[in-house]
């Protein structure tokens, strides 16, 4: 069983910037591709920004891209998020994945079942 642990979420104005941090642990595994998805409330899950070790490649989301980062570390199967010019629609609890199968392509990168463990969110707050 893989064990992601999100951290960083927390009530922030809108302009401002955060951070968020995930960690994977568990027994003899590895990450070939890490991501960020959110949640609105009364809404599914979607897709904000993953990143596939191979090159490494990165894939965002069209609304969060040249404000949001993502970045991290394979060896350590940890990823980043950092949030700039946060803006009220992206309040959501937002949760880590990982693929600890093989390496996410764009297309499949945005996809909920490409992953196979997930984190158990933390809540991003943006007020007006």
């Known amino acids: 069983q893989v064990h992601l642990v999100e951290s960083g979420g927390r009530l922030v104005q809108a302009g401002g910037s955060l951070r968020l941090s995930c960690a994977a642990s568990?027994?003899?595994?590895?990450?070939?591709?890490m991501a960020w998805f959110r949640q609105a409330p009364g809404k599914e899950r979607e897709f904000v920004a993953a990143?596939?070790?191979?090159?490494?490649?990165?894939y965002y989301e069209d609304s969060v891209k040249g404000r949001f980062t993502i970045s991290g570390d394979n060896s350590k199967n940890t990823v980043y998020l950092r949030m700039n010019s946060l803006k009220p629609e992206d309040t959501a609890v937002y949760y880590c994945?990982?693929?600890?199968?093989?390496?996410?392509?764009?297309?499949?990168?945005?996809?909920?079942?490409?992953?196979?463990?997930w984190g158990q969110g933390t809540q991003v707050t943006v007020s007006s």
């Open positions: 990143i596939s070790w191979s090159g490494p490649n990165t």
């Open positions: 568990g027994r003899s595994f590895s990450t070939y591709a």
């Open positions: 994945a990982a693929n600890t199968v093989r390496f996410v392509l764009f297309g499949s990168a945005s996809r909920k079942d490409e992953y196979d463990s």
